[in-house]
């Protein structure tokens, strides 16, 4: 195979992924309750707080004394990047879709 042709594959590779993705970009994040991207949306919005800090480790949820919740996690470099979006773009949640589509196509790409 050329590397042409391998381009080329390539490409139809991440149109068609990107397309995948694109449908139903305006769905909520949660639109399927899904614990996941509620805890991932709430983190992103809990970090882009002002001031906006990456290494924030509370979220809105609260303890039974009404505090709200600590904890230790991995270091948060897609809610980070989420967190950016929601501050540059509004907390939509097409935000979050096309933040996953980007690192699909790249992960893809690579």
Known sequence: MTTNTRSLVLAAILVASAGVRLYRLDAPMADSLLA??????????????????????????????GRRMSFTDEIPLYHSLLALGY????????????????????????
Do not use: T
């Open 36 to 65: 996941k991207q509620a805890y991932v949306a709430n983190r992103a919005r809990s970090i882009a707080l002002p001031p906006m800090n990456p290494l924030r480790s509370s979220l809105d949820f609260l303890d039974a004394d």
């Open 87 to 110: 501050r540059l773009f509004g907390e939509r949640d097409r935000v979050g879709h096309v933040l996953s589509l980007l690192g699909s196509l790249v992960a893809i790409a690579l």
